[in-house]
């Protein structure tokens, strides 16, 4: 382990003569960084999907869990009286928080997206909803139920646990989807590296036939491959991932009533972790490169 | 020891020990094995029986690290010399010491030295696929002793070189045997062995027939 912090320490500390000993090859470099630059830049976005599947299936289980609806469903007349009745009730249920009549400006809200502005919502039956807070112990649904259909028979109550539980599963399994994307982005860059590696010592048989006969140790010949194909993983990665973090940036800012899709990004010490890309592509490059140069160097004489 | 190539042996049944400070030529017919033999001589090749040792140690038992190691002691000429061709030709002769972690003031003024002596003292910023032949023989010969190795293995060091460059380097490899070093030198010319005999004790090794053979003082 040591070993490999000592090569770690000379990629970048360097060592200008062990660097010229490989000539310069414009074009696989640029490949090199561009496959690096496309991989963080997908890793951004792969990123910021996980995070916001995972903060919405926190969301969802959070609100969700501590919050049921209560529907009254009566005529005109009897409406006022049954809200008031089941207030009551509800006052007086373990497990209750608050429970709180929602006005008729807040209905109208919630109904805004399919019926428009401006709907003239008391010419219309609709039902009267209830917010309920619970206590983190939580009420007895079953019990509740059959108090309410004793005392307001009008009252259907929604605890969202069937609405619950598949969203979270959703969120959930788009969080791993996420995770298994950022993997194979970094076994895919991984393979892209090594194989420009292979190219490059292949094109260089000459310099490493030189080199050996001049006195070089495998490891100074590596090192001089090593070192210029992390940093340009290093550089390529660092690119890509700017312009992942732009992008996610100039996406549409997150709204209450966009929903999931404008919530992609990342939001406090979720921006931290895009940093570490260009980092962790450096050193799958410098492992990729290294393996690819020791098969390389123990096939010569 | 022997080798062989795909089952036809190229050399079989040679003993030899090169003493330090010794100086030998090595001649033969065209395709005898001169080359095989040096390269045999500085762990290239792996003899296909018997026992090779460089400095003491079984060629079989040395790993890729201590082949590197040994090829600091032993400079080598090719018959056909080898450059990092991106690079000039002055920090090609410098190689040997920046792979080995040794590259400080004296070697620099070493190097222009030597350059001057090798005749190349105004080809340093030329890139080797610039170079004539003979250039790059004596630039070879340069990168080789640079080090100031133990031991110099040279393949046909003047095969492109006029006669009068040819001494040069003959007078070069024989002051370096003066230092104590061990030269061999393959060569058809029998000139230069004649040359060389007027001013070192040289001893001349023939290959023929698969064998290595001492040859005569009767040159």
């Known amino acids: 382990m040591s070993k490999v912090v000592d090569h770690l320490k000379g990629v970048f500390s360097g060592d200008a003569q062990a660097d010229r000993v490989v000539p310069p090859s414009g074009f696989t470099a640029r490949l090199t960084s561009f496959a690096a630059a496309t991989m963080a830049f997908l890793t951004v976005f792969a990123l910021a999907l996980s995070m916001a599947s995972g903060r919405l299936a926190m969301k969802w289980g959070d609100e969700l869990t501590h919050s049921s609806t209560l529907r009254i469903s009566a005529p005109a007349g009897q409406m006022a009286d049954q809200t008031a009745a089941a207030l009551r009730l509800l006052e007086t249920t373990p497990g209750v928080a608050t429970a709180r009549a929602l006005t008729s400006d807040e209905q109208r809200a919630l109904l805004e997206p399919w019926f428009g502005p401006d709907l003239p919502i008391d010419a219309l039956p609709v039902p009267q909803l209830i917010e309920i807070q619970e206590t983190d112990e939580g009420y007895d649904a079953a019990g509740l139920r059959l108090r309410l259909q004793a005392e307001v028979p009008g009252a259907v109550l929604d605890d969202h646990t069937r609405w619950r539980k598949p969203l979270q599963q959703a969120a959930g399994r788009l969080r791993m989807l996420g995770w298994v994307s950022i993997l194979l982005i970094g076994a895919t860059t991984a393979t892209m590296i090594t194989l420009a590696a292979n190219a490059a010592l292949a094109a260089n048989a000459q310099v490493i036939s030189v080199l050996r006969l001049v006195g070089a140790r495998d490891d100074y010949i590596a090192q001089a491959f090593v070192r210029r194909f992390t940093l340009r993983a290093l550089a390529g990665a660092a690119i890509g991932t700017a312009a992942g973090l732009i992008a996610v940036m100039i996406l549409p800012a997150a709204q209450e009533k966009g929903g999931f899709l404008t919530g992609l990004g990342f939001q406090g010490m979720g921006w931290f972790w895009p940093l570490l890309i260009p980092p962790l592509a450096a050193i799958v490059a410098f492992f990729a490169t290294r393996a690819a140069a020791r098969r390389a160097l123990s096939e010569l004489t | ?219």
């Open chain 2, 1 to 219: 020891m022997a080798y062989g190539y795909g089952g036809a042996e190229l050399l079989s049944d040679i003993s030899l020990k090169l003493s330090p400070g010794s100086f030998h030529f090595l001649t033969g017919p065209s395709g005898s094995g001169k080359t095989t033999f040096l390269k045999l001589c500085y762990g290239a090749l792996t003899a296909t029986s018997g026992e090779v040792r460089l400095f003491g140690q079984d060629v079989r038992t040395m790993n890729r690290d201590d082949h590197a190691l040994t090829r600091r002691r032993i400079g080598v000429v090719h018959q056909d010399c080898q450059f990092l061709d991106h690079l000039p030709i002055a920090d090609n002769i410098m190689l040997p010491l920046n792979v080995s972690g040794r590259d400080d003031l004296e070697d620099v003024a070493n190097l222009k030295e030597l350059m001057g002596w090798v005749g190349l003292g105004k080809r340093g910023d030329a890139y080797p696929p610039t170079l004539s032949g003979g250039e790059r023989q004596r630039a070879a010969l340069a990168r080789a002793v640079i080090m100031s190795p133990d031991v110099v293995l040279a393949d046909e060091p003047t095969g492109n070189v006029d006669w009068e460059m040819s001494q040069r380097l003959l007078q070069l490899l024989i002051e370096l045997n003066r230092m104590g070093k061990t030269i061999m030198i393959a060569t058809h010319d029998m000139n230069l062995i004649r040359a060389a005999k007027n001013n070192v004790q040289a001893r001349v090794l023939r290959i023929a027939n698969r064998k290595l053979q001492l040859a005569g003082a009767d040159l």
